[in-house]
Nanobody, 134 residues
């Protein structure tokens, strides 16, 4: 199993980036995939999640209305479209496959709670750096 995050870079405030999480060894329609981020000196936190059960999308409050999670089944890839980027979005971004007992809906209970749940049993890919700066 492998998850490869890509698409990060340097962007000015207000700009956009699209992150990709390419999966191999698993089928993204069969598993829930979450996006997480970790800023320097801070704990990793949940950002968004795409549920495999019904395709529901979940977002952290800080990114609602700006970020969109989606999936391309043919490419076996999950995307995170990030618009109206802010300096506080600067972080390393990671994607992860949720474990069998983890639920995307846990993100509704907090970004840290979601991360802690997925950290226990999820499968993580390497991160991609996003820097928002003028």
């Amino acid at each position: 199993v492998q998850l490869q995050a890509s698409g990060g870079g340097l962007v000015q405030p207000g700009g956009s980036l699209r992150l990709s999480c390419a999966a191999s060894g698993i089928t993204v329609t069969d598993v829930s995939i979450g996006w997480f981020r970790q800023a320097p000196g801070k704990e990793r936190e949940g950002v968004s999640c795409l549920s495999s059960s019904d395709g529901s999308q979940y977002y952290a409050d800080a990114v609602k209305g700006r970020f969109t999670i989606s999936r391309d089944n043919a490419k076996n890839t999950v995307y995170l479209q990030m618009n109206s980027l802010k300096p506080e979005d600067t972080a390393s971004y990671f994607c992860a496959r949720l474990g069998p007992r983890s639920r995307c809906s846990t993100l509704n209970y907090g970004v840290t709670a979601f991360y802690l749940e997925v950290a226990r049993t999820g499968f993580w890919g390497q991160g991609t750096q996003v820097t928002v700066s003028s």
